[in-house]
């Protein structure tokens, strides 16, 4: 079975492995995310060339437009926010 490989994945390494040298664990945190973001970017879930084949008729343009006019729903926001 592959290995799941999580964003986060260094940024807890870098968290215990600051914790455990008394380093400032949030200077190493962000350090090790920008350089987890830096290496493997996350493609976008859906680009231009797959609106027809998903159904999406406007750009995000447009959709922020109606969204304005409350033609569309406001997104959905989680319990983080």
Known sequence: MPR???WF???IDAYIA???TGEDWRAACS????????S?????LVTQKDFPKKGLRYCRQHITKL????V??????????
């Open 40 to 44: 493997d970017p996350r493609p976008p």
């Open 4 to 6: 799941m490989n999580f």
């Open 31 to 38: 350090a090790a995310h920008a350089k987890a973001i830096k």
């Open 72 to 81: 569309f729903p406001p997104p959905f926001k989680g319990p983080l926010g």
């Open 67 to 70: 969204l304005g006019k409350k």
């Open 18 to 20: 600051a914790i455990s």
């Open 9 to 11: 994945e260094p940024v």
